[in-house]
């Protein structure tokens, strides 16, 4: 999830950089839904104590 998200923000920078704003603000919006889906399932996998090992 992190990775798509990731992904869609690149893909927005390079698209605002060339003038596709609706491309842009499109990637953009997917890449801010992405990441707060990523966040959510984080949280989520920490309280339920199935995070990452610390070492």
């Given at each position: ?13 390079v698209a605002a950089?060339?003038?596709f704003a609706t491309?842009a603000g499109t ?29």
């Amino acid at each position: 999830m992190l990775r798509n998200s990731l992904i869609f923000l690149i893909v927005a920078l390079v698209a605002a950089y060339l003038g596709f704003a609706t491309l842009a603000g499109t990637a953009a919006l997917i890449a801010k839904i992405c990441f707060v889906i990523f966040l959510v399932f984080f949280v989520i996998s920490l309280v339920r104590g199935n995070g990452p090992k610390s070492l």
